[in-house]
């Protein structure tokens, strides 16, 4: 069977990595990839988002599957592209249709479907420009902090948390009046604060049947213990350590199972990946978050610790015929640290040339902005490769991944050297 990935991210390289040891592959084709997906596959210089291109690309190489890695094409409606096209209603596309992709994509319709189906979250109100005022008022019945949430898409970085009331008074006007997060922000959701420990949970399902994959806790800020600016992830780690049990149990009945019923509840048609962002508080689960696809850098933990043929999922899925099937896991952790631009999440250069990939031993580097330039590794975004390893603990597989980080540099390389500090 000949397969594409559409994305050029970690979490793309990382799934291609996977899919290529499948022994149901014919061809894996990438669009666009990166510089290590051309490693396990081809590479095809096309716009994710353009959906002609991706049909033309389809149709030319045979394509039997099609995979989508990133949020933008699902909201856009990549699926029902294909759903509405006769060359290509009957190629199953892995990743929901625009309805449900609004998971991901409109805070407010993901906290109205986790209130219908009884799905613990934090309590919400949503405001435009035109209930301002009501705004304001709802925050003053609040203690800090003050979670606002830009109901669209913003790139991960529609989330302010603000412990001022006045601060938080006027970033929601920032946000509501002035558009600081364009069309994302022309709504606003505002909930309470959760405080705990936060993880993610992911769930491959064609609609009725599920697996759970391996779960994950990634780290988020730029800065040691934590600290400082929101970034797409500077690590990862899986499985989570504190989850015995129990606490799998009551995921799966409090939040994995209601979301899997509601959609047919609601008649949402979903295939595809459903990214369950948790906290967990004295021992009681909420959902934070739905992402309709796989977290990054997450991916890159995840997909090492699948035993089973991931594609023969797929397939499945693709096929509503998943309850088919069930899931075998490693039993080794599998941790990643990612190396990032200088100056990233904020300005930074690319076109840096990678040193010493390959030095790398029994760590595996997933490519996430990286391309390559007169026969050279470059940099060519923020986060540029995560290098993840296996161990008997996450301890283990964190000490190999640092050791292998350094026998790699570019130009003002970053990391962290704190990931799962908090375990």
Known sequence: MNVLILGSGGREHAMAWKIAQSK????????????????????????QVDFEAVKSAVLKNNIKLVIVGPENPLVKGVHDFFLNDNELKNIPVIGPQKYAAQLEGSKEFAKEFMYRHNIPTAAYKSFTTENLEDGYKFLETLTPPYVLKADGLAAGKGVLILNDLQEAKDELTEMLANKK???????????????????????????KSYVVLPSAKDYKRIGEGD???????????????????????????QVIKPTIDGFQKDNIPYVGFVFIGLILDKGEIKVIEYNCRMGDPETEVVMPRIESDFLELLIAAGNKE??????????ESACTVMLVSGGYPEAYEKGKEIFGLDKV??????HAGTTTKDGK??????????????GNNFNEALKQSYKNIEKISFDKMNFRTDIGFDL
């Open 24 to 47: 149901l592959l014919t061809k894996l084709f990438i669009a666009p990839g990166n510089a290590g997906t051309k490693e396990v596959g081809t590479n095809l210089e096309i716009n």
């Open 181 to 207: 997060f364009g069309a994302a922000s022309s709504k606003v959701v505002i909930e309470e604060f959760l405080t705990g420990i936060e993880l993610s949970c992911f769930v491959l399902t064609d609609g």
């Open 361 to 366: 031993e029994n760590s595996i580097p997933f």
């Open 227 to 253: 600290k400082g600016l929101n970034t797409g992830g500077m690590g990862a780690v899986s499985p989570v350590p504190f989850l015995n049990e129990e606490l799998i149990e009551k995921i799966e009945t």
């Open 322 to 331: 998943l309850h088919t099937k069930s899931i075998e896991l490693k039993k």
């Open 377 to 390: 590794v470059v940099t060519n975004g923020g986060r540029v490769i995560a290098i993840t390893s296996y």
